[in-house]
């Protein structure tokens, strides 16, 4: 690749807003970012993409000027910026007394965690006016008035009021929307949103991103996008960075990188992206191989091979009518006056060997049915039945037995490990509970055999946690899972926070292990792309109740309710020729919870298709 | 399992290894603080040999005589040798500071874990009782805890432990709180791990930094409580040589003989800064999580 054709190929020929050159930045004697060159033009979006680790996040605290606060010093380049006052100048060198005037003002920045960048304290109107006075002065009045103006720029609902409430009282959205607003007020010339949408549902995603690029339309500034996500990529930029290691493998426009990627770090990215519909014609999910880096050389591993894996006969877990509540207000003498119905009248049923998906948004009571199932959870009312024997019925012993059968594996791996144990110990854990295996040395046997069949090295059984990666992480606590020679694991978002090239890999040694063990999966997930690739059937739920369940070809491949059909429609396409044009609406998950005395209204399901079950609308 | 990718860990490189003591000696402050306190222990186990002169013993010098190379850190009223006093007060205060504090660590320790881990309404009563026995100064709680136990060494141990309880409690429940949100802790409780287990090997390692910042923090202080109560007579009588007794002694000379109350002051700050600084180090290193950062 000569330099020539790995220039963005913007055919306006406008000066470049913002020209990094060879950016160098080191943390102590690590270098977080190695020579990167970037370029930007007004009004384009320029996505940066990498997985944790390769220096996205840096190069964007580069030109936020934020690197010496992090504890790191920009070792070597140039980042030169075109401001609207001062002309062209170097933002590397610049005093940090001028860049606190630059950053806000010309160059704002959008957080991952909205929560964290509002200050909890103060009301929405106040920060957002605080802004305006910080960098612009003027009155009091006039700030509040543009608050009020860029909160019904960012389609907040009742913007009047808003002003008044505080961040707490805010969903994760709105909160995103106010963050937006407060970038926005002083109209910055770059916009740089680090991972804007990984916190929010999907879609709320979608409405965030569209309004992101409404507001870019009607502003002329330029976005740098920060993501691993590459539907978002594919559905927003105009050209695109990879960043592998701290070093930039490929850059061009966003069509050329999806369609002739150049750099096998690229290729393999791409390759591990799962794309809602790519198995739409198959009845039954299938593994596939995935493509993994190994030192600089692209390697193909595992098969492909239909997961036929589920079995016929009774099946190995039944929840009937589940119904869990739980108080959240209270009047004077301690009755209840709120409650939040997290499960209302909940129906599901998993074979052996099959992978049920329980799809849904934040407050959905999804993660609600997997703890009761887990008997974290004690139900207000309902059924769980495992392999025929009521969750009611049993004894001690046999609650105590049911703990080894049902496992968990959660969304933080790093959260669900004792940092203090070392990975062996944590593995076994299981195996010392339930009395597993007597003797030192066999259980230490079974743990390095664990270690292997999950893709680790058994001689780093005596490391900590901290020193693995995310993705060898959830390997553990699925090692964990093995130990205890579990037959229903239930997977709650398991694979969610995980780099798109780790999380294919976790999921096709998921589906490996089922076919070996003949595992069952309750694979609660928010994400309908991974789900597709991995369940048999799926359940879509909202609001506490299940309002589609059915094989997973007829539920993604033709969904039946509005709900279903709103959420497979906000998933990001990777794939830039076919842009979905989406519309910015505002609408919002009503809240799960009720005054007592009110339940929510039953649904009623329909059987539409052979297994394929509707709620009446 | 030719079709798996294995994978190293990124940080591989182990940095397994050096005993705890060996780290301690890497860093300048806490080496210098294990040298001291090495110090004031020899004082204490060797005290006959290390002390030139008998600590009780009248006359060794001039009374309030003044620093000189015969009696490095001077004489008090009676002409006793200071230095010496220092040496063998070391047998006294060491011991009955470190008693007090981990009798006092202990059931503190033991009632904080079982509120903040039991919960419920147990919790609510008893974290209640802890905030009102806070209410009183510790000392007022030693001195009633001294009158009902009588006057003595071991008693003023007793007492002094006894008025530390409710504040070693309330700290140790907190944390225990906190360590039980753990979602390793949930994770441990949904493979159906026992109460006890989850005890050991969950909230204590996890609770252990705390203890030991908790411990070392308050040595000074039980060092300290174990003197006043010597001072008002009700602990350690003279002319046994104790630190704290010492240092109220040489309180109503302070204008003619500074030395009296410099020398086992000085030693009573070597010992608590040491040990604080040791302590701090001591709940760094036990973390396996800033193995990286050594």
């Known amino acids: ?102 950053r806000g003002a010309e160059i704002a920045m959008i957080f991952q965690e909205p929560m964290t960048a509002l200050n909890p304290v103060f009301t929405i109107g106040n920060q957002i006016a605080e802004t305006i006075l910080e960098h612009r002065g003027g009155s009091a009045r006039a700030a509040r008035a543009e608050a009020l103006e860029l909160l019904q720029k960012v389609r907040l609902p009742d913007a009047e009021a808003m002003l008044g ?62 993501t691993h ?30 369609a002739r990627p150049q750099h096998v770090y690229t290729k393999m990215l791409l390759d591990a992206v799962p794309q809602l519909g790519q198995f739409a014609d198959a009845v039954l999910p299938s593994r596939r191989p995935v493509t993994i880096l190994d030192g600089g050389t692209a390697r193909q591993v595992g098969e492909t091979r239909v997961q036929d894996t589920v079995k016929s006969g009774p099946p190995i877990l039944e929840v009937r009518d589940l119904v869990a509540r739980f108080d959240v207000a209270h009047d004077l003498i301690g009755r209840p006056t709120h409650r939040v119905h997290a499960a209302e009248g909940v129906d599901l049923s998993i074979q052996p060997g099959e992978t049920l998906a329980l799809v849904g948004e934040s407050g959905s009571g ?73 003797g030192k040395a066999a259980i230490r046997n079974r743990v390095r055999e664990l270690m292997a069949l999950v893709g680790l090295l058994p001689e780093h059984h005596d490391l900590h946690p901290h020193q693995f990666s995310g993705g060898q992480r959830q390997r553990l606590c699925i090692a964990r899972a093995l130990a205890a020679e579990a037959r ?82 906000a998933v990001p396409v990777p794939d830039p020729a076919h842009r979905v044009v989406r519309s910015s609406d505002a609408s919002e998950v009503p809240s799960a919870m009720r005054r007592v005395g009110d339940p929510p209204e039953r649904l009623h399901l329909t059987e539409v298709a052979p297994g394929h079950f509707v709620a009446d609308a | 399992m030719s079709d798996l990718f294995v994978s190293a860990p990124p940080e591989a490189e182990r940095v397994k290894g050096p005993g705890v003591l060996r780290q301690l000696m890497t860093k300048p402050t806490s080496a210098v603080a294990i040298v001291i306190l090495t110090v004031l222990v020899c004082f204490a186990l060797f005290a006959p040999w290390i002390a030139p002169f008998d600590p009780s013993q009248a ?38 500071g470190a008693a007090t504090l981990l009798l006092g660590l202990f059931a503190g320790g033991a009632l904080g874990l079982a509120l903040g881990y039991i919960g419920g309404r147990f919790d609510a009563i008893g974290a209640r009782v802890v905030d009102v026995l806070l209410g009183f100064p510790a000392i007022v709680m030693a001195i009633l805890a001294v009158s009902v136990l009588g006057v003595g060494l071991v008693q003023v141990v ?39 287990r989850i005890i050991v090997l969950h909230v204590l390692p996890t609770i252990l930094p705390t203890v030991i910042l908790l411990g070392t923090l308050n040595l000074g202080g039980a060092i300290l409580s174990t003197a006043t109560l010597s001072f008002l007579g009700l602990g350690v009588q003279p002319p046994t040589p104790e630190w704290g007794t010492m240092l109220s002694d040489g309180r109503e000379y302070i204008r003619y003989a500074p030395w009296m109350m410099i020398a086992p002051g000085l030693a009573l700050f070597l010992a608590i800064i040491s040990v604080n600084l040791i302590g701090d180090r001591v709940s760094e290193i036990i973390d396996p999580r800033s193995q990286g950062r050594l």
């Open chain 2, 158 to 196: 007793i007492a002094v432990a006894i008025a530390d309880i409710p504040k070693f409690a309330r700290v140790i429940r907190g944390a225990t709180i906190v360590a039980k949100q753990n979602l390793f802790v949930e994770s441990a409780l949904a493979m159906g791990a026992s109460r006890a």
């Open chain 2, 59 to 96: 006359s060794a010098g001039p009374r309030l005589g003044a620093p000189e190379a015969e009696h490095i850190f001077g004489t008090d009223l009676h002409g006793r040798d200071v230095f010496s006093r220092v040496v063998w007060g070391a047998r006294y205060s060491l011991p009955v």
């Open chain 1, 366 to 438: 999804k993660s609600t049915v997997g703890k009761a199932i887990q008997q974290l959870v004690r139900p207000t009312d309902g059924d769980i039945d495992f392999e025929g024997r009521a969750y009611a019925a049993m004894t001690a012993a046999e609650r105590q037995r049911l703990k080894r059968d049902v496992h968990s594996i959660f969304q933080d791996p790093l959260a669900s490990l004792n940092p203090r144990r070392t990975v062996g110990d944590s593995i076994a854990e299981p195996i010392h509970i339930h009395g597993l295996l007597k």
């Open chain 1, 165 to 226: 409430r505080y961040p707490h009282q805010l969903s994760g959205g709105m909160r995103q929307r106010v963050v937006i607003a407060m970038a926005l007020s002083c109209r910055p010339r770059l916009l740089i949103a680090d991972e804007p949408t990984t916190a929010l549902d999907v879609t709320v995603q979608a409405q965030i991103m569209s309004l992101l690029m409404e507001i870019q339309a009607d502003s002329g500034a330029a976005i740098i996008l920060i």
């Open chain 1, 488 to 569: 229903l694991i239930v997977a709650d978002e398991a694979v969610s926070a995980l780099d798109v090239s780790i999380q294919a890999q976790i999921v096709q040694l998921l589906m490996r292990l089922q076919a070996e063990r003949s595992l069952s999966y309750l694979f609660i997930s928010h994400d309908m792309a991974v789900v597709e690739e991995m369940a048999h059937r799926v359940a879509v739920m909202y609001l506490g109740q299940i309002v589609e369940i059915g094989p997973r070809q007829a539920v993604i491949g033709s969904p039946r309710h509005p709900y279903t059909q709103r959420l497979l429609a």
């Open chain 1, 229 to 258: 996500d590459m539907g978002l990529v594919a559905e927003t930029a105009d050209d695109v960075v990879v960043l592998y290691e701290g070093r930039k493998v490929e850059e061009g426009p966003v069509e050329d990188i999806f």
């Open chain 1, 1 to 102: 690749m000569t330099a020539s054709a790995m220039a963005p190929s913007t055919e306006s020929a406008a000066a470049p807003l913002l020209e990094v050159e060879g950016l160098t930045v080191r943390f102590g004697e690590r270098e977080a970012v190695s020579g990167i060159d970037l370029s930007l033009v007004p009004g384009k979006t320029l996505a940066v993409v990498g997985e944790s680790g390769s220096g996205k996040s840096v190069t964007a605290l580069s030109v936020m000027g934020l690197i010496p606060s992090a504890g790191g010093t920009v070792a070597e380049g140039s980042m030169h910026f075109e401001t609207a006052v001062d002309g062209r100048i170097d933002l590397a060198t610049l005093p940090e007394p001028r860049m606190r005037r630059i």
